[in-house]
């Protein structure tokens, strides 16, 4: 089993639509969540940070964290077609350590 | 300020030949990684270095792989005798020290013939 699992997608919603991304993992060490967001071509940007469990919100966007489930959530409200890009799910443990990143979700928003 | 920068951002090469990548990190920030990203893939961690400390190469996934920096500054990422499994993009992140938010680089892709 992979540290950090994360369905591929892909993802094709309508622009306006709800958009709920999702990420697993099995190290119960894990503390620190992140959403990346990465466009063709570029490299990832940091899109939402979290500590610990709980729920965080920016704008359109909120991430969840579950550590009990061991499980992560990004949600997107009033999806752009500027939102398509792949979105990564990171984590690691405590200290400045390395991240484990999922595969990524390519998501398409049609306008 | 700017960003993490990296060169080339392609790089083609024949099976066999060695190549260098490198990354010029924001300045300031004492952390800097090196990730590999196959196609259709996530992130796979290669080296980590921070400040003057012995780096942490447990992501390298052979001896045919090494990385350098000098300082706080400019790292170079080093691929010898290329093989087509090598194919990826090659990304870079530097950090402040003891904070969790990574910026990268726009990633030099290299395509091994």
């Not at chain 2, 942490?56 to 990422?77: H, I, M, N, Q």
Request: proline share 5%; net charge neutral; hydrophobic share 30%.
């Amino acid at each position: 089993q992979k540290e950090v699992e994360q369905d591929p997608g892909p993802l094709s919603v309508p622009e306006g639509a709800i958009v709920s991304l999702n990420c697993t993992y099995s190290n119960s060490a894990f503390q620190y969540f992140m959403w990346y967001r990465q466009y063709s071509r570029k490299g990832p940007e940091l899109l939402m940070y979290t500590y610990s469990s709980g729920n965080k919100e920016d704008g359109r966007f909120t991430a969840q964290v579950d550590k009990s489930s061991k499980y992560i959530s990004l949600f997107i409200r009033d999806s752009q077609p500027s939102d398509s890009a792949t979105y990564l799910c990171a984590m690691r443990g405590s200290g400045n350590t390395p991240l484990v990143f999922g595969k990524g979700t390519r998501l398409s928003v049609i306008a | 300020g700017a960003g993490v920068s990296q060169s080339p951002s392609n790089k083609v090469t024949e099976k066999g030949k060695d190549v260098e990548l490198r990354c010029d990190p924001i300045s300031g920030h004492t952390a800097l990684y090196w990730y590999r990203q196959r196609l259709g893939q996530g992130l796979e961690f290669l080296i980590y270095f921070q400040g003057n400390s012995a780096p942490d190469k447990s992501g390298l996934p052979s001896d045919r792989f090494s990385a350098e920096r000098t300082g706080e500054s400019v790292s170079t990422l080093t691929i010898q005798r290329t093989q087509q499994e090598d194919s990826a993009v090659y990304l870079c992140a530097s950090s402040l020290a003891e904070q969790e938010t990574q910026y990268f680089g726009p990633g030099t892709r290299l395509l091994v013939l």
